[in-house]
């Protein structure tokens, strides 16, 4: 069969005839272009640091996919629908804590004074030392029973945190002290309590850590903060006020440096105390350039006579010190006794050797306070 045949055969079986077919001839050649693969730089998607595992897909691994390819993929974790309660709890307890400090240094921010207030009429002792366990504070409590000048009321402030001095004067225990006071802006006169022998106290009191440093960060920047906190509390001029400060150079030391008419540098017949002598003159002497200096005295404290070394070191110290050493207070353990059964030493009928040191050193202050007061009284 031929091809003219296999025509005539379809064009029957479709019910036409095939005597108008024509069969062109063509003279053009198509051929289709095939297309041009440009080859491209794999392109990486940009990682972000999360809590979970990110996948790094090219655009090549992408087209291999495509081609039948499966993608190893890692499990994404998922996060947890909600924190747990104790966390949000916490944070809450954190808010609540900074809004505290929020308040209580605005409080303090307000209570700052604009320039130097004017001086306390009062007379002012402050009690420091360079170094720790010097029976500092067991000094300030016997000052403050037998200081007194007549017609007035002598008053201990506590400064030193460790908040001991209310137990050497018998008074109330866990009383709002002058830390909270001063947090609250509050005024410290209203809150003195009554110590033995007729003396009152302003304890420091229990603060946090945080109001702590709250507190002595206000110190720091105003240097007048104490000199405005005693103007506030209307002293009269045979009023004496007791200092007792934290050992070393802390914003206590510098704020009772601006306000007192006497320092009173305790220190023990040792060699510890001894070198720390240059550190306390230094201090002294930034305050004579400025025109600031107190009237500075030594004591030697717990003074232990049956020891040779404690004798030689009294001997170098009365050398150093000159008229600066204004006296020396014997070695008792009966004062620590009296402390542990709430009892005041220097009340007592018999009094110890060291009862009599104090005593005596009470006497000479009292002196300087009243000659202090004539030379006041001749340049006026």
């Known amino acids: 069969m031929n091809r003219t045949d296999d025509i005539s055969n379809l064009f029957n079986k479709f ?48 087209a291999d996919s495509t081609n039948g390819i499966e993608a190893q993929l890692s499990p994404v974790n998922t996060p947890q629908p909600g924190a747990p309660l104790r966390h949000l709890l916490a944070e809450v307890a954190l808010a609540r804590q900074a809004e505290a400090q ?53 008053l201990a402030i506590e400064l030193d945190p460790q908040n001991t001095l209310q137990h ?109 002598l240059d550190q306390m003159e230094r201090l002294l002497e930034e305050r004579v350039a400025r025109g600031q200096a107190p009237l500075c005295n030594y004591v030697i404290n717990q003074f232990d006579s049956s020891r040779l070394f404690c004798r030689d070191m009294h001997e170098v110290l009365k050398r150093r010190l000159g008229a600066r050493l204004l006296g020396v207070v014997t070695l008792d353990h009966g004062i620590d006794e009296a402390l542990a059964y709430g009892q005041n030493p220097l009340l007592e009928a018999e009094s110890s050797q060291a009862c009599q040191d104090m005593l005596a050193l009470s006497d000479l202050l009292k002196a300087q306070l009243k000659s202090m007061d004539v030379a006041e009284s001749f340049a006026s």
């Not at 005839?17 to 069969?23: G, K, N, Q």
């Not at 491209?40 to 090219?58: G, Y």
């Not at 307000?110 to 360079?130: E, F, N, Y």
């Not at 946090?208 to 105003?222: A, G, I, K, P, V």
Request: hydrophobic share 40%; glycine share 8%; charged share 20%.
């Open 168 to 276: 050497h004067l018998g008074a109330q225990a866990d009383v709002a002290g002058m830390g909270s006071a001063s947090l609250k802006g509050e005024s410290w006169k209203s809150l003195l309590v009554a110590g033995s022998a007729g003396s009152l106290l302003l304890p420091y009191g229990s603060v946090t850590e945080d109001e702590r440093r709250t507190l002595e960060r206000y110190l720091e920047n105003d240097r007048y903060w104490l000199a405005g906190q005693l103007a506030s509390m209307d002293l009269g001029e045979n009023d004496v006020v007791i200092l007792d400060t934290p050992p070393g150079r802390t914003p206590y030391l510098e704020q009772v440096l601006t306000v007192a008419d006497q320092v009173l540098v305790v220190a023990t017949a040792n060699a510890a105390c001894f070198v720390t």
């Open 102 to 154: 929020a308040r209580n240094e605005e409080a303090l921010r307000q209570s700052l004074p604009h320039g130097r207030p004017a001086k306390t009429r009062a007379h002012v002792i402050a009690l420091v030392s360079a170094k720790g366990g010097v029976g500092k504070s067991t000094l300030a409590s016997a000052l403050t029973t037998a200081l007194r000048l007549e017609g007035g009321q002598t």
């Open 15 to 62: 019910g036409a005839s095939a005597d108008s077919y024509l069969e062109f001839g063509s003279h053009f050649d198509y051929k289709e272009k095939s297309l041009a693969l440009v080859p491209t730089a794999p392109v990486t998607v940009p990682v972000v640091e999360v809590d979970h595992p990110v996948i790094q897909i090219s655009e090549s691994a992408l």
